[in-house]
């Protein structure tokens, strides 16, 4: 199945993302990019984790490296970010980064 993931895999799969989101929310963005990379690691590499959830595990955290970008960076290209709210509106954590791109524009 497309979203299946076994029930310790989803554990961790949400765990890295909340600790994503709270490295970003303390604006540790140098941590917050090396959780990236520990994260898109665990999706890419667990043989536990569907097509499905690892395409939207990497929508998520290309959304977050976006959001640094536009944080560190005086230009923020408006589209894009509200390309972001699309991609990730039905997420666990689309709600946040909806709040998030909001706080930027």
Do not use: C
Request: charged content about 30%; proline content about 1%; overall charge positive.
């Amino acid at each position: 199945m497309y979203f299946e993931i076994a029930p310790q895999a989803w554990k961790k799969n949400i765990l890295h993302k909340l600790k994503i989101a709270v490295l970003y929310e303390m604006r540790f963005y140098q941590d917050t990019l090396y959780s990236i990379d520990t994260y898109e690691h665990f999706v890419r590499n667990n043989k536990d984790v569907s097509e499905g959830i690892k395409k939207a595990g990497l929508r998520f955290t290309n959304a977050i490296i976006n959001l640094i970008k536009a944080k560190t960076n005086s230009a923020v290209n408006e589209l894009n970010l509200k390309k972001i709210i699309d991609e990730n509106k039905n997420s666990h954590f689309g709600f946040w980064i909806k709040e998030k791109v909001q706080e930027l524009l």
